[in-house]
C-alpha cells in the first residue's frame, strides 16, 4: 500500500519556480499522522518540489489553494489514469464541491481529522464514497504530525498547527469565506507535539533546527487567554518560535514581554494597509494604522521581528497613496512589506459575492481561476483606469522594495536586537533581506486574462492516451474562467457553501452535501 499527499501550487510570480521560505503547508505531515504507521506514505509540497511523475500510488490526498486548482485537476487526471484513486480536500473543496466533484474519486468538505481515518477504511474496503462531511473540530482527533516525512525538505521541520481558524471576520479572507471559528486545543497536547516532534526528528536534521519550532497557525492570538496558558507551557522548554498572529494581540505590550519569555522571536503579521480607508473597506478593524509603529518598536525591543505584508486595493487606494507607500513604510518603521500584493476577491469570500452582487460589472472581463492569486489585477479599479493602476503596482514594487530600505530595515532591527542579545531574530532578519531578490518576470501583464500563464498550467506530463476525447482534454487541462466576457461572474461561483457556523458547527448546507451526490 502507498499513499501520496500533495499540495500542488502555481508559482504566483509566473516564473515556474518553487518556493523554499518557511511557511511551507503543513496538511501532509497532519494526514500522514492520521494514518496507520505500516503503510507506505509519500508527502510532496509542490511548493518545495516537483512531484514523482515516475511514482505509482494507490491512493492520492491532494489539495491546493484556489488559485491552484488548474494544477490540482490535472494532477488528479494524472494518476487516476495510472490507476490512483484520488481525494481532494482545502476550502475549495469545501466551498465548491460540486465543481470538484467529477475530477477527483472523492471530495472532502471541512477538516482533515474527521474524515481521513474513515477515507482511508473505505478505501480499503473498495467503498469509497463521492463525498465526506467531517464532523466539528475535535481538539483529540489532532494527532502528532509525522514530522520526519519532510525532513530535509523544510527550513523548520518542526512546523503545525496549534489553534485552528481566526474570530475575525475580514472580508477578504478565505476563512471568513469557509466559515469563521477559532479553535483551540490543550496546552499540552502542544507540549507532546513537540517532544514527540524532536525524538522524530534526532538524527534527520541537525540538533539546532530540533530546537525551532513554526506554528502555523492563522492567529495564535485568536483567544488571548488561551494565548497565556501556552506561553507559560512552552516558556520551560527553551525552544525558539514564530506564529501568525493579529495586530490587537501585539499591540498589548504586556502580551509582547509574555511572547517573548516564551520563546517568541517572529511573528507573521496583517498590516495589509496603511490606508485607514482600505482596512475598514476590508472589515480589518483589529487594525490601527496610528498605533503601527509603536507596535512594531516594542516588538523589535523585546526580541520579536515582525514580517508584514501589504495590499494594494482597486477600490479604496489611489494614486497619492500608492506613490506615497515608500514613506509611510520607513515612517511607521516596517521599511520592508513581507510582500506586496494586490487584494484579490477569492472565490467564495464575502468580498467576492459583494462584487459579484452589484449591479454594474465589478470585475475584469474573462478572468481565470489562476489569476485571483493576489498577483493580477482581477477587479475593476474604482479609482482610476486598471492600465494605471497596474503601472502603479508596478512602480510600487520598483520603489519600495529598494537597497535604500533594504538598509533602512536592517539598521534600524538589527544592531539594536543584536545588542539585547536577540541572535536568531537579528539573522534571520539578514538572512531574507540579503538574499530575497524581488525581480518581476520581465513579459507579465498583471492584468486579468491576458497576464503570462504560468509554467505549471501545462508541465504534467500528460499525454494523448490519457484523454478519452477531445471533451475530457479541454476539461481536464483548459484554465477555469470565473467572469464573462463583460466581467459578470459565471453562474457556477455564486453558490459557494458555508460550510461552519457559530462556535465551528457544521452546516446545514454543508452536512447536505453527501445526499446531494
Not at 288 to 316: A, Y
Not at 379 to 396: D, L, N
Not at 446 to 466: H, I, Q
Request: charged share 25%; aromatic share 10%.
Amino acid at each position: 500500500m502507498r499513499v501520496g499527499i500533495i499540495f500542488a501550487f502555481i508559482d504566483f510570480h509566473r516564473k515556474g519556480r518553487k518556493y523554499h521560505g518557511a511557511l511551507q503547508p503543513l496538511i501532509g505531515p497532519l494526514i500522514a499522522g492520521l494514518l496507520p504507521r505500516d503503510i507506505e506514505i509519500e508527502v510532496i509540497n509542490d511548493t518545495w518540489e516537483e512531484p514523482p511523475w515516475e511514482r505509482d500510488f494507490d491512493l492520492l490526498f491532494i489539495t491546493g489553494m484556489h488559485s491552484d486548482f488548474d494544477r490540482a485537476r490535472q494532477i488528479s487526471h494524472y494518476w487516476r489514469r495510472r490507476g490512483a484513486r484520488t481525494v481532494f480536500g482545502g476550502i475549495m473543496a469545501s466551498t465548491y464541491t460540486s465543481l470538484c466533484l467529477p475530477f477527483f474519486d472523492s471530495v472532502v468538505v471541512g477538516d482533515a481529522e474527521g474524515s481521513v481515518q474513515q477515507i482511508y477504511r473505505d478505501f480499503c474496503a473498495g467503498e469509497l464514497k463521492p463525498v465526506y462531511v467531517s464532523g466539528p473540530y475535535d481538539p483529540a482527533e489532532v494527532p502528532v504530525p509525522r514530522f520526519d516525512l519532510l525532513a530535509g525538505k523544510q527550513l523548520i521541520p518542526l512546523s503545525f498547527e496549534v489553534t485552528r481558524g481566526c474570530p475575525f471576520t475580514c472580508e477578504f479572507c478565505a476563512l471568513t469565506g469557509i466559515g469563521t471559528r477559532h479553535h483551540t486545543r490543550p496546552p499540552e497536547t502542544v507540549v507532546r507535539d513537540i517532544r514527540e516532534g524532536q525524538r522524530m526528528l534526532k538524527g534527520l536534521v541537525p540538533w539546532y533546527q530540533r530546537q525551532v519550532v513554526g506554528f502555523l497557525d492563522n492567529n495564535i492570538g485568536g483567544n488571548p487567554a488561551y494565548l497565556r496558558q501556552l506561553c507559560d507551557v512552552l516558556e520551560p522548554l527553551g525552544i525558539k518560535w514564530g506564529s501568525g498572529i493579529t495586530f490587537n494581540v501585539v499591540a498589548e505590550l504586556d502580551m509582547v514581554k509574555r511572547l517573548s519569555r516564551a520563546g517568541c522571536r517572529a511573528l507573521f503579521m496583517g498590516l495589509e494597509s496603511l490606508n485607514p480607508a482600505t482596512l475598514d473597506d476590508m472589515h480589518k478593524h483589529q487594525n490601527s494604522v496610528d498605533k503601527t509603529k509603536t507596535v512594531l518598536e516594542q516588538c523589535r525591543k523585546h526580541g520579536i521581528l515582525i514580517e508584514s505584508p501589504l495590499m494594494l486595493s482597486p477600490v479604496t487606494d489611489d494614486l497619492d497613496y500608492i506613490h506615497k507607500l515608500p514613506e509611510l513604510l520607513r515612517e511607521c518603521g516596517l521599511h520592508l512589506p513581507t510582500f506586496l500584493c494586490i487584494e484579490s476577491p477569492i472565490p467564495g469570500t464575502p468580498h467576492f459575492h459583494r462584487l459579484a452582487s452589484q449591479d454594474e460589472a465589478a470585475f475584469l472581463p474573462d478572468a481565470y481561476l489562476r489569476d485571483f492569486n493576489g498577483y493580477t489585477l482581477v477587479t475593476r479599479p474604482k479609482r482610476m483606469t486598471a492600465e494605471t493602476f497596474v503601472e502603479a503596482y508596478k512602480w510600487a514594487l520598483e520603489n519600495v522594495f529598494t537597497g535604500r530600505a533594504k538598509l533602512g530595515r536592517l539598521a534600524q532591527n538589527v544592531p539594536g536586537m543584536l545588542a539585547r542579545g536577540w541572535l536568531i531574530p537579528a539573522v534571520a532578519d539578514l538572512r531574507d533581506h540579503i538574499t530575497d531578490k524581488h525581480q518581476p518576470h520581465p513579459g507579465r501583464t498583471y492584468m486579468a486574462a491576458t497576464d503570462t500563464p504560468p509554467p505549471e498550467a501545462t508541465n504534467v506530463p500528460l499525454a494523448d492516451e490519457d484523454f478519452d476525447s477531445q471533451e475530457q482534454r479541454r476539461a481536464v487541462m483548459e484554465p477555469w474562467r470565473v467572469t464573462d466576457e463583460r466581467g459578470r461572474v459565471l453562474p457556477m461561483w455564486t453558490k459557494s457553501v458555508k460550510v461552519f457556523e457559530a462556535k465551528g458547527r457544521v452546516s446545514s448546507s454543508a452536512r447536505g452535501l453527501t445526499a446531494a451526490v
